[in-house]
Every structure is written in structure tokens, then in C-alpha cells.
């Protein structure tokens, strides 16, 4: 009975599949099938198979996971339970009204420093400085709670593209990219020095891209722009950290995606349930946000969030920072 009800719904058969493809990228599998997934050339894209629309299976092991998991409980109840129907309300929700801008600076710290990143609890801020088309000199700010001022920083003594910067979640990595090479620095504790950049991490063959504007998200997700994608293909790319390395995913889609007529988009933040990616618009100017229900479902829909360059949220979504569009100093706004 239940074998006849698996061959009436092909769509569960078919959605099934590559929720367990989630386990190839993540070891979650048995041994056997990690075996497999690793018997493929290492330095190349998934196979077609592999890939879809939105995050990819390498995209966020515990959510993906949990998406598996609904996946095979539907086929052994002989029903199709659709992981992004009836998502609830994301952090970041569409429509929010926000505040007037305040400098993320007190007056006299960060003088001619731009904003890069900021931690999603705030505690850590990534600024450099650089002239217009040269390289970046990046350092960390650090403080104790998110109602303290930022006063000391670290710098990093090594020199990055200028739209090549990110910072992860905890404030410990630093990626950035030198003539579209991604490359990765980390210290051992916070207000420790950080290491001399290194690329032994990135397990993945660029295939002719070149990559820019790097974010750092939750579960180990790594995004990035793609400096001269075709048009009508993705404009940008997605990454995950894996066994220590970061392998990389399809490309990424959504119709707002897209590169065309020279349009060229920059991700900029990610939230933390990674339903809502920030990018920004080099050709208008604007910031734009993209929803989807869950990890690894499509971007569906989209908003512009105004003239804010390299907007990115907080954990909790109840303030985004950005750089000032004339002065590129870091600005912040509370969600009302």
C-alpha cells in the first residue's frame, strides 16, 4: 500500500531526492554515503542534480537538516508535507517602518573610517580606510555590550579590495578578496591579532569568476558578487563552511537575481534565520531585500529599503547599519 502511494506522487518522490543530498554536503549521512559524495572532482560546481533555486543543499547544515527531516517523515506517512508552505513570520519582516539615522561612531572615534560590516549582536565592526578605487586597509572594532561605545580596534596589516570585505558572525574571520581572490584571516579570541591571510581554506575552482563584496553568515554560509557574471545569469554565489573548508554551491537565484544591462548587485547582509538576503543595486542606488519561506527555498519576493549602502541587519533584526552614501561612515537605524 505504501509503495503503491509512493508511485502516485511523483512530487514527493521528487522533492525527497535532493533533501538527501543535504547529507552529502554535511557528513549526515552514513559513512557509505559520505564515500560517495566525496568521489566527485573536489575542485568543481555541484552537478545540475545538486543545485536549486535559492540556497543550496551546502547551505546551512542544521536548517537544511530539520527541512530533510520533514522531507522523509512525508514519505514514510505516504503524504508530501512542502517545508516552505506556511513559514510563519520571518526575523526580518517585510514592511518594517525605521528610524532616522544615527552615527554608529561617537564623535572623534572612526574619523575617515568607512563601514564594512557589523556583527549580528554588534559587538564587533569592520571599517577601513581607503582613496577612491584603491585598496582597503581594514581593522575590527570590539566592545563589551552593544550600549558601549566602540573605542579600540585592531588592524589587520594586510591591504584588500575596497568592495572585497566581510565579517563573521562572532567577529573572529575576516574575508576579503585581492583582484577577485577570496582570502580568509582569523584570530584565536576576540582583541587577539589576526593571523596572516591564507587561502588553504577555499576548496573550490573559481571557473573563471571573480568574486567581491564577500558576507559572512549564520551556519557558516559565505556569499559573494560576482564582478562580471553574463547577463541573465546569477549575480551572485554562495559558499559554506564544511569540515573546516569552504565548498562551493550553485549559483544563487530569484528573478531579482539577475544580472542584466549592466546592472550589477552586491550581497550585503544576511539575517539570522538566513530567510532574508540585503543587496545592493550599483546601478539605481538602492538597497533591496529578497524573502524567501526557508533555507533552501526560493527567493520569492522582493523590496527596495532605500539609498543605504551595504545595509545589514542585527540578530535580532531591530536595527540595520549601513554607510553613509557621501561619507561611507557606518549609520544605524531601529526598527520602530
Not at 563552511?241 to 547582509?269: I, K, N, S
Not at 539570522?272 to 546601478?283: H, I, Q, T
Not at 536595527?319 to 544605524?332: C, F, G, K, Q
Amino acid at each position: 500500500m505504501r509503495s503503491a502511494a509512493r508511485r502516485a506522487s511523483p512530487r514527493a518522490r521528487s522533492r525527497g531526492r535532493p533533501l538527501r543530498l543535504l547529507g552529502f554536503a554535511f557528513g549526515l549521512l552514513a559513512p557509505a554515503a559520505a564515500v560517495v559524495a566525496c568521489s566527485g572532482p573536489l575542485l568543481t560546481k555541484p552537478p545540475p542534480e545538486a543545485s536549486s533555486p535559492g540556497l543550496t543543499p551546502l547551505e546551512a547544515a542544521a536548517a537544511d537538516a530539520r527541512v530533510a527531516e520533514v522531507g522523509d517523515a512525508a514519505l514514510e506517512a505516504d503524504t508530501f508535507v512542502d517545508p516552505c508552505a506556511d513559514p510563519g513570520p520571518p526575523v526580518c519582516p517585510p514592511g518594517a517602518a525605521w528610524s532616522e539615522p544615527l552615527p554608529l561612531f561617537a564623535v572623534g572615534v572612526g574619523a575617515g573610517e568607512a563601514f564594512g560590516a557589523l556583527s549580528h549582536d554588534e559587538l564587533h565592526l569592520l571599517t577601513f580606510t581607503a582613496a577612491d578605487g584603491g585598496a582597503a586597509a581594514p581593522r575590527v572594532w570590539d566592545r563589551a555590550t552593544a550600549s558601549e561605545p566602540f573605542a579600540l580596534s585592531t588592524p589587520l596589516g594586510f591591504l584588500y579590495d575596497a568592495d572585497g570585505l566581510g565579517l563573521s558572525p562572532d567577529g573572529l574571520r575576516v574575508i576579503g578578496t585581492v583582484s577577485g581572490f577570496p582570502r580568509l584571516q582569523i584570530r584565536g579570541a576576540v582583541g587577539a591579532a589576526f593571523a596572516a591571510p591564507t587561502t588553504a581554506e577555499f576548496r573550490f575552482d573559481l571557473e573563471g569568476d571573480r568574486l567581491r563584496a564577500p558576507v559572512l553568515g549564520t551556519a557558516g554560509t559565505l556569499w559573494f558578487g560576482r564582478v562580471a557574471p553574463g547577463v541573465g545569469t546569477p549575480a551572485l554565489a554562495l559558499m559554506a563552511l564544511a569540515g573546516g573548508f569552504y565548498e562551493r554551491g550553485p549559483l544563487v537565484e530569484g528573478t531579482d537575481l539577475q544580472a542584466r544591462d549592466g546592472r550589477t548587485l552586491a550581497p550585503t547582509g544576511v539575517s539570522g534565520d538566513l530567510r532574508v538576503l540585503f543587496y545592493y543595486d550599483e546601478m539605481v542606488r538602492l538597497a533591496r531585500a529578497a524573502y524567501r519561506p526557508a533555507p533552501g527555498c526560493p527567493f520569492t519576493s522582493f523590496a527596495d529599503l532605500g539609498a543605504r549602502p551595504s545595509l545589514q541587519p542585527n540578530a535580532a533584526c531591530t536595527a540595520l547599519t549601513y554607510a553613509d552614501p557621501v561619507t561611507r561612515a557606518p549609520l544605524r537605524i531601529t526598527r520602530k
